[in-house]
């Protein structure tokens, strides 16, 4: 491993840490600014994953996607006030082709409401593309795989 | 089975309906462990029919799945005949599971606990030392495989559906569902089912709470408001509410397309709070559903007595079983489906509009909470009850959706069967 490579390695796993204190810290509005404009975004389970099955439980072809997302969750859509823990661990470079890397990551958020009461919420991992573009990495695709299959009440934040 | 469960399970007090009928409902049967008990007993192992699996599940001989009867484990196989089969997967034995995977191929059924084997459709083939060892121990002589089968369930399909039933009182399949319900289940699944996917998700509250928000067309406009906050439909376009004579079964339509009063529409529109000025989806896309069933309905929110949901939210179609979990606990099944007709670009859409439904859904995301707000809200008001007359008092097919008809049709097909 060269000095590129721990450099390199260094920018992703700051992504990563700047990815989930954006979900973590409810600053949604800058989430969409982590991808690219035609960025692909799915959150799936294993079993789905596994099984070939194409299906999301938010699915995205375009930030813009995300960007009403994000919006129908401001202005929209009605649930209970939450916030998410990210735990994110084993970020791996698995292909480096210079501009264009793709990872995989394990996560674990825990979900607080707003009477205290906590949960594991998900656990899961990333399977992820990114390329350099003005300014640092962002995501080209971002598919999210739950080791459940079942979702606790509903899924509003995204992952 | 019912009887027993009353006097073992000491069911007192009574639970008297208001004398108003299905225009109340007392919150009690939200959260009385003991009616709980009874909905397993009565309803969900008595005389109803309750989705088990698609019938595309099961393509080969020796494919299996399993589901539930309310709590009740059920094995449904594809048997060396060609016809699917269901057991409650439960072994004769020792009361073991016999199916440990939620799928499965396999060429027999065999306990893992003492290897007691079955066939696919449930018959007992073998005991293992059925014979005893060296002339010592084994069965008695009197012990017949013929008396220790697998409890069956009687099956039967609808629309590539397969449906099971435990009670030989139910009446046959078709005239169950009947042909009002029906006709609208064939002209959502027009074609050949293929799944897109499943998921599962867990609510906080008794099952039937959930059953009363598929049924209610009223909350549909006020509590999800994607639709009117983006400026994506008129909530006033022509819809309607079927329901079938006994009650239980409904279909909920509305066809955005057709709005009988346009001028009234926009001045109801412009005093909405959520409405704003030059808000719109930035890549709404996902949107661009096509005409696919011929007659301009965008919805379909469609119910079988007791727990199944056919939905047509333009065009994403999914199924959704609602498993009771215990008295405040549920959880609801979404198989979404497209066809195998369908070319990329359908498919393409289908899953895009998924967004729509689900957990994450832009127009159903509420759902999943709304039941745990109310679980929360009735605890200590047992003995109140919730107002319906939305609509009237009657449970009958009507043209507007700002009606709780089909809620009530729910109650008027729950009240006899438990005893209300």
């Keep these: 491993m060269d000095l590129a490579d721990i450099v390199r390695r260094f920018e992703i796993a700051e992504l990563y840490a700047d990815y989930v204190g954006c979900l973590d810290a409810d600053e949604l509005e800058r989430w969409p600014d982590f991808f690219v404009d035609e960025a692909a975004y799915r959150i799936t389970s294993a079993e789905n994953y596994e099984a070939g099955l194409p299906l999301g439980l938010i699915y995205a072809t375009s930030r813009n996607m995300l960007k009403d997302r994000v919006a129908a969750l401001r202005e929209a859509n009605i649930y209970e006030p939450q916030r998410y823990r990210h735990l994110v661990s084993a970020i791996k470079i698995v292909k480096d082709e210079g501009e264009a890397i793709a990872t995989t990551a394990n996560f674990l958020i825990v979900r607080t409401m707003q009477d205290g009461d906590m949960t594991v919420f998900a656990a899961g991992r990333t399977l992820d593309t990114l390329r350099h573009e003005a300014g640092g990495w962002k995501f080209i695709n971002k598919l999210v795989v739950l080791d459940s299959r079942q979702i606790d009440t509903l899924l509003a934040i995204p992952m | ?420």
């Excluded at chain 2, 159903?364 to 609509?391: H, P, T, Y």
Aim: hydrophobic fraction near 35%.
């Design chain 2, 1 to 420: 089975m019912s009887e027993r469960t009353e006097q073992s399970g000491g069911f007192t007090p009574a639970l008297r309906w208001p004398s108003e009928g299905e225009a109340r409902v007392p919150y009690r049967v939200f959260t009385d462990p003991e009616i709980y008990r009874r909905e397993l007993a009565r309803l969900f192992l008595g005389p109803t029919w309750q989705f088990l699996a698609l019938e595309r599940d099961l393509p080969e001989p020796g494919d299996y799945l399993t589901n539930f009867l309310g709590e009740t484990p059920i094995i449904v196989t594809r048997g060396k005949d060609g016809a699917i089969h269901a057991m409650v997967n439960r072994c004769a034995h020792r009361g073991n599971l016999v199916c440990l995977k939620r799928r499965g191929h396999a060429d027999d059924l065999t306990c893992v606990y003492h290897a007691w084997r079955y066939d696919l459709a449930g018959n007992l083939e073998s005991v293992a030392f059925r014979r005893g060892i060296q002339g010592k121990g084994g069965m008695p002589p009197g012990f017949r495989l013929d008396q220790h089968g697998l409890k069956k369930l009687r099956v039967d399909s609808f629309a590539g559906l397969v449906f099971g039933t435990l009670s030989p009182e139910t009446p046959p399949l078709s005239a169950y569902i009947g042909n009002l319900i029906g006709a609208r289940i064939h002209r959502v699944l027009y074609a050949t089912p293929k799944v897109l996917g499943t998921t599962s998700q867990i609510l906080h509250n008794n099952w039937k709470l959930y059953v009363e928000n598929v049924k209610d067309t009223y909350h549909a406009t006020l509590l999800h408001t994607f639709f009117t906050t983006f400026r994506l439909s008129r909530l006033t376009a022509e819809g309607g509410v079927d329901i079938a004579e006994s009650g239980g079964h409904h279909a909920s339509y509305n066809r955005n397309k057709r709005d009988p009063d346009p001028a009234g529409s926009d001045k109801l529109y412009a005093g909405m709070p959520s409405m704003r000025e030059n808000f719109r989806l930035a890549d709404p896309r996902f949107l661009d559903g096509v005409e696919e069933f011929g007659d301009d309905t965008t919805t379909q929110i469609l119910s079988v007595f007791p727990n199944l949901v056919v939905q047509q939210i333009q065009n994403s179609i999914a199924l959704r079983l609602v498993l009771p979990k215990g008295p405040d606990k549920t959880e609801l099944q979404w198989i979404y489906l497209g066809f195998e007709e369908d070319d990329a670009a359908m498919t393409a859409r289908r899953l895009a509009q998924a967004n729509l439904v689900g957990p994450a859904g832009y127009v159903s995301m509420e759902d999943g909470a709304v039941g745990g707000f109310i679980q929360r809200a009735i605890k200590g008001s047992e003995e109140e009850c919730s107002v319906l007359e939305m609509g009237g008092f009657d449970h009958v097919s009507d043209n507007t959706r700002t009606t709780e008809a089909s809620v009530r049709g729910f109650w008027h097909a729950y009240r006899p069967l438990m005893g209300f």
